[in-house]
C-alpha cells in the first residue's frame, strides 16, 4: 500500500497542501459566485457546489495514494478507531488539516484582493444546521468507509465529490461535514464564511455525525477490518456554500 510506504512528512505535506486547496476552492468559487451572479443565491449555491464537487475530486486523485486524501480529522479518526492509521498519525494530520485550511483561506482572500483576514460576521448557530452537520458529516462517513469495505475505494473521488455538491442543497448548513474547514471559514467575510460563534455547534455536530456513521459502518458491514481502513483514499470535507 503507497499510503502505508509514505514516510510521514509526504503524507503530512499532503494533508496540509490538499486541505489548503480545499479551502481554496470553497471559499475562492463561493467569492466568484457572488461576485459574478449577485443576488441570485440559487445560482450562487450551485457555481460553488459544482467547483466544490469537482475541485475535490481532482484533488482526492491527486493526493490519495500518499497519505490517504482525508482532509478531514472526522475522517482521520473514524480512519484510526478502524485501524486504517495509528492514533499518533490521526493527531499530526488534525494539525496539518487545520493549518491547511487556514491557510487556504488566507490565499483565497488575498487572491480576490481582501484582507488576508477577516473573521466572518456570517452566522449560522440554529437547530436545523446543527442537524444538517450530523446528517452531513454521517453520510460522508458511510460513503467513504462502505466503498473501503466493498473493495471500491477507486471510485472514493467521484463518490465523494458528488456527494458533497448533492450536500449542499439537500442540507440547511450547506454540508460543511469538517471541522478543519470550519476552522478556515470563520477566517474569510464572504459568502464562504461563518461566525466564530457559529464554529462550536458546527463542529460538535461533525463530531457526533462522526461517531454516528462510524455505528453505521460497523451495523451495516460487519468485520470492518484494518485492511479495509487502509483501502480509504479520501474525504475530505466538506464543504462549503452558505447555509440558509
Known sequence: MLLVQSQLWRRLLAEYLGSLLLAAIVIGSGIAAQSMSPHARGLELFENAAATGVGLYVIILTFGSISGAHFNPVISFVDATFGGISWRDAWRYLAAQLVGCSSGAVLANVMFSRSAIALSTDHRATLAHGVSEIVATAGLVLVIFALAKTGRSSLAPAAVGAYIACAYFFTSSTS?????????????????????????????????????????????YVGITSRDAENVTVAHGVVESRGT
Do not use: D, H, K, Q
Open 176 to 220: 460543511f461535514a469538517n471541522p478543519a474547514i470550519v476552522v478556515g471559514r470563520m477566517l474569510t467575510n464572504s459568502f464562504a464564511g461563518i461566525a466564530p460563534a457559529s464554529a462550536p455547534l458546527f463542529v460538535g455536530a461533525e463530531v457526533i455525525g462522526g461517531l454516528l456513521g462510524y455505528l453505521l459502518v460497523r451495523a451495516l
